[in-house]
């Protein structure tokens, strides 16, 4: 199983970009990086995804190395309202069993 | 609106009942999936479906159990036998053609406490 590793928590002020990275050492072959946001008490919504190199779409920017052991998502100028924990999940490929979501990273954004 | 829909919100059960949380999703998406989520901590699957009267125990099953009569519902009964069931519970759900790549499309979630 693909294993991930994200720092527990961070800050940053409004209008700062914001850049998470997760590791994944064991990543598979076949594994998609997909990351999620989650505001207290709904479902994890679904923010960037990628398979190598860089990706970037309305919210986000997600950075694939080439060995791919690991990915940041970038986050640009936040806001008050990107307070929330944001996951990295790493898929292997089979439907789903096997996705594996850590603690994740809490992001306080300060004013 | 396409989406997926859980209820109830909030529930309460005494100790010794069993429950069951439905979800519904009228995406058209072949696989379903339910997590739980305790406070701080990540999803843990406990159990997913890719088909109509197929489903697959995830690494908390225990306790647990669903069915998968209609592709668009999959309701998990919390039985008597899991032992600390208070916890938030997710329902999620992917179309068979992305469902490898971890693109999945959660609900609101149901927030369960034993009283």
């Known amino acids: 199983l693909a294993k991930t590793t994200q720092p527990i928590s961070m800050d940053s002020y409004e209008g700062q970009e914001v850049n998470i990275t997760c590791s994944h050492n064991n990543i598979a072959t076949n594994d998609y990086i997909t990351w999620y946001q989650q505001f207290p008490s709904q479902g994890p919504r679904f923010i960037i995804q990628?398979?190598?190199t860089k990706v970037t779409n309305e919210v986000a920017s997600l950075f694939i190395p080439a060995d791919r052991k690991s990915s940041t998502l970038s986050l640009p100028r936040v806001s008050l309202s990107d307070t929330a924990v944001y996951y990295c999940l790493v898929g292997d490929g089979y439907y789903g069993q096997n996705f594996v979501f850590g603690p994740g990273t809490r992001l306080s954004v300060l004013p | 609106d396409g989406g997926i829909t859980q209820s109830p919100k909030y529930l309460f059960r005494k100790e010794g009942q069993n429950v069951t949380l439905s979800c519904e999703q009228n995406?058209?998406?072949?696989?379903m999936y339910w997590y739980r989520q305790d406070p701080g901590q990540g999803l843990r699957l406990i159990y997913y479906s890719q088909i109509v009267n197929d489903f697959q125990k995830g690494d908390i099953a225990e306790g647990y159990s669903v069915s998968r009569e209609k592709k668009e519902s999959f309701p998990l009964t919390v039985t008597s036998a899991q032992k600390n069931p208070t916890a938030f519970y997710l329902c999620?759900?992917?179309?068979?053609?992305?469902?490898?790549?971890?693109?999945?499309?959660f609900g609101e979630g149901s927030r369960l406490t034993v009283l």
């Open positions: 999620a759900s992917s179309p068979i053609d992305t469902a490898n790549t971890g693109e999945l499309f």
């Open positions: 990628g398979y190598k």
């Open positions: 995406l058209n998406h072949d696989a």
